[in-house]
């Protein structure tokens, strides 16, 4: 009985991992467009499942509207160069995103320049 116990928990395990990545899907997002913002980081969540920036930008007429961008894990944006300063509150941010497609303001991650320095790698989504 004692070793059936480890691979029932393998077994549910294993069943129960696609749930797990299956928020990891994008659905959300349209990864065929790409839009560039340009503004301050107000807020940094550097947390697990993912990392949350939100950016503050001004368009042409001065109005002011904030933007919630979400990253990849901490542990995927250390692996493409990241780290928890990489991006600070009061950053000035030029990032590319993958807009979602419900015209939120909001959107997945590409790439970033933070005080006109390349932080990191493009991070595309699978």
């Keep these: 009985m004692r070793r059936c116990l480890p691979v029932a928990g393998w077994v549910v395990a294993i069943l129960f991992s696609q749930d797990a990545l299956a928020h990891h899907a994008y659905a959300e997002f349209d990864v065929n467009r790409e839009l560039t ?16 920036i939100d950016l503050m930008i001004r368009d042409l007429s001065g109005k002011e509207s904030h933007w919630l ?58």
């Design 37 to 52: 913002l340009r503004g301050i980081a107000k807020t940094v969540q550097w947390t697990s499942p993912h990392v949350w």
């Design 69 to 126: 961008v979400e990253a990849a894990s901490p542990l995927v944006l250390h692996q493409f160069g990241w780290s928890r300063n990489s991006i600070k509150p009061g950053d000035h941010i030029r990032m590319v995103i993958h807009p979602r497609k419900d015209g939120a303001p909001s959107g997945s991650l590409v790439s970033a320049i933070v005080n006109g320095q390349v932080v990191g790698g493009m991070i595309r989504p699978a």
